[in-house]
């Protein structure tokens, strides 16, 4: 290994450091937004009933029955 050899580091690497070391919320906000839109709780009984209720879709859609 030459003496002056250093790691790399990519330019995304160095952003994304950047980026959390001028706004140390940023994991947080992101968890939070996560949140909102994934973690979910799913209620099982209201599942079946949807996949209970569903209704089969015919062969080809367009065609009219008759």
Do not use: C
């Not at 706004?23 to 973690?39: A, F, I």
């Not at 709780?41 to 089969?56: E, K, M, P, T």
Request: glycine content about 4%; proline content about 5%; charged content about 35%.
């Amino acid at each position: 290994m030459p003496l002056f050899w250093k790691a790399y580091k990519s330019d995304v690497t160095s952003f994304i450091e950047e980026l959390k070391a001028n706004k140390p919320t940023l994991e947080e906000e992101q968890r939070h937004g996560r949140n909102l839109l994934w973690d979910k709780r799913i209620d099982r009984d209201a599942q079946a009933d949807y996949s209970d209720a569903r209704v089969a879709q015919q062969p080809y859609v367009y065609q009219t029955k008759g």
